[in-house]
């Protein structure tokens, strides 16, 4: 049976359609539309700081299809060599603490000093997604119509690992149109701040004081992770708070072993409302640079990074293609019901699957 | 060339050997030692509380030849309805804290209460293997002698995955042959400490007292994983500094979250060797036991450890089997050094990786 039609607005099979449009017009418009550019043309572009090739060549990125995939590995083999002249800097930080100021803030600090700044987030649930979900204009306010600034929500997408690479390869593309300072937002109550503190150079958490339960119920080891603690809302009332707050941390920072790098972390406060505070974390940041850079950790971290993701990668496709055969989740349904009865154990129910996918 | 004999004790050829043993007791001893026990004879055995075949199916467990692995199978999936009955004590620490003279206090206080104790360790540096390694009598002098203990070295092998699959079964095999405790002794200094968490009821992670940098370069995550902390060494000159660390780790306990077990991580101290202490560590443990069986979780631990180790094998199994392709590896060494030289992104040279195995 054919499915009953529901509207009045369809053709007459056999009749043709009045040519209501002007067709020399339509077709340039779906010529142009459908341009396809090459390899070239969009390195050239982009190197150039093309906004428009850029958007295309992260939506390439983003693709899921093939023929795109291939097309946007080209761009970003060739966009490689200039992706080391920029610092990339993660900011976490639970809902609330402010971190869509906090960015607009030092975003706009960092465009008034000529700097190109680009916002990237990981997550969904962020600021700069919610932001563009939402419609919500006054999120980043100045960020969205600065001309030095790029500000592009994450790619949507089931996997945190899938998620991450667009991210870290939206980076690349970054660099190479130019922007010198690349900011990947994250929130801080997921699995994504250790992907993101895989991919920067810089990792802050944002945070704002309470009333002495700073470290209550901490992610665990999302302040070993952090380059910096920067406690937010340092205005008004809560200025006493913080300082207490920056006792509290810089204590909790002690009970870690000194980082690689050398570089001992950092608690400072500030008020990204008021722009308070703002310039002294770029100082400290550039205190970092210039450290880590003088010392060989800033790229012994990136050659490490890169090799974490080709391994992250990598052990993700395996575990994708083993537990995606159909065989095999049938039968792991059943091997745990048989190891919660107690009739197997982990190890014979685990030889037992892997026979099926040989 | 043939290699020149350098040893004047050689048969030479077409002469054949005086036969200067009695070849029928030689057949005798030969049977005797090749004879092989069936499943059932080994299953009925260990029920029995029998040492020497608990001994050796701990060495069928332990053999990496196929025959061997299947009866282990065999026996496992028939003692495994024998397991619950126990409980599994992890203990952890850095060389130095007194393990051994802990364990072995411990381990006489139980089985002066009629309970029997098993001792097994998970890497070869720890004072259980030092012992066996060195010959060295006086560790564990008591226990070493005590019916009711049994010390089993953790079995050699290269990857922790390997040794603790071996250990994990080796708990199940004590367990059935009617040891009622069984302490897995780890040296907190490597990864073996996730894999013994994974594998135990009560993680206990030893400590002595410093000068007040107790927290100092504290291992990540070792804290947050205990159930409870023990300062050994607790007395003479020690006794007030070991009251300062148990404040300084109790503060340390309170920026975790609190565990789903509803339990909450006790700091004691003792004295292993003047055997002080050890009687409050043990009630510890019995409130623990009551609390966790009471309100499930205890049931609840066991049933996710199950389920953690069936999915860390396959995934190992899944890693080893790609990385140990002589194609992959050679590939492998080579993407890395385009990685080093910026002229790949991790993600392709994953995606190249991956299609050598297909």
């Given at each position: 049976m054919t499915k009953k039609k529901t509207t009045a607005l369809h053709e007459v099979d056999g009749v043709s359609q009045p040519e209501t449009t002007n067709k020399m017009a339509a077709d340039k418009i779906k010529a142009t539309r459908n341009r396809q550019y090459s390899v070239d043309e969009y390195v050239s572009q982009i190197l150039a700081g093309s906004i428009p090739f850029l958007s295309r060549a992260i939506t390439l990125v983003e693709s899921t299809k093939a023929s795109h995939q291939e097309k946007a590995n080209a761009i970003l083999e060739r966009c490689l060599a200039y992706a080391n002249k920029s610092v990339r800097i993660g900011i976490t930080g639970v809902p609330g603490v402010g971190k869509s100021t906090f960015i607009e803030s030092y975003?706009?600090?960092?465009?008034?000093?000529?700097?190109?700044?680009?916002?990237?987030?990981?997550?969904?649930?962020?600021?700069?997604?919610?932001?563009?979900?939402?419609?919500?204009?006054?999120?980043?306010?100045a960020l969205v119509t600065d001309p030095n600034a790029f500000i592009r929500p994450s790619p949507s997408g089931t996997s945190l690992g899938g998620v991450a690479q667009k991210t870290r390869e939206t980076i690349i593309l970054c660099e190479a149109a130019g922007f010198d300072t690349v900011?990947?937002?994250?929130?801080?109550?997921?699995?994504?701040?250790?992907?993101?503190?895989?991919?920067?150079?810089?990792?802050?958490?944002?945070?704002?004081?309470?009333?002495?339960?700073?470290?209550?119920?901490?992610?665990?080891?999302?302040?070993?992770?952090?380059?910096?603690?920067?406690?937010?809302?340092?205005?008004?009332?809560?200025?006493?708070?913080?300082?207490?707050?920056?006792?509290?941390?810089?204590?909790?920072?002690?009970?870690?072993?000194?980082?690689?790098?050398?570089?001992?972390?950092?608690?400072?406060?500030?008020?990204?409302?008021?722009?308070?505070?703002?310039?002294?974390?770029?100082?400290?940041?550039?205190?970092?640079l210039s450290l880590t850079k003088t010392n060989g950790s800033f790229d012994k971290r990136r050659q490490e990074q890169n090799k974490y993701w080709l391994f992250a990668t990598i052990e993700q496709q395996l575990k994708d293609n083993f537990y995606n055969n159909t065989l095999v989740s049938e039968a792991l349904s059943k091997a745990i019901e048989d190891l919660e009865k107690g009739t197997t154990t982990p190890f014979n129910a685990a030889e037992k699957l892997l026979k099926i996918n040989r």
């Open positions: 975003g706009s600090y960092l465009t008034a000093q000529n700097k190109k700044v680009a916002v990237l987030a990981i997550d969904p649930s962020s600021s700069v997604n919610k932001g563009s979900i939402l419609g919500d204009k006054t999120r980043m306010e900011i990947i937002e994250t929130v801080g109550v997921g699995q994504s701040e250790t992907a993101v503190h895989s991919m920067v150079d810089f990792f802050l958490l944002l945070k704002i004081s309470g009333a002495g339960d700073e470290l209550q119920g901490i992610k665990r080891g999302i302040i070993e992770m952090a380059d910096a603690i920067v406690i937010n809302k340092a205005d008004g009332d809560n200025v006493q708070n913080a300082k207490i707050a920056k006792t509290a941390f810089n204590r909790a920072l002690h009970l870690y072993p000194p980082k690689e790098s050398k570089w001992i972390p950092k608690v400072l406060t500030c008020s990204a409302l008021n722009h308070e505070g703002v310039d002294k974390i770029d100082a400290m940041i550039n205190d970092y």
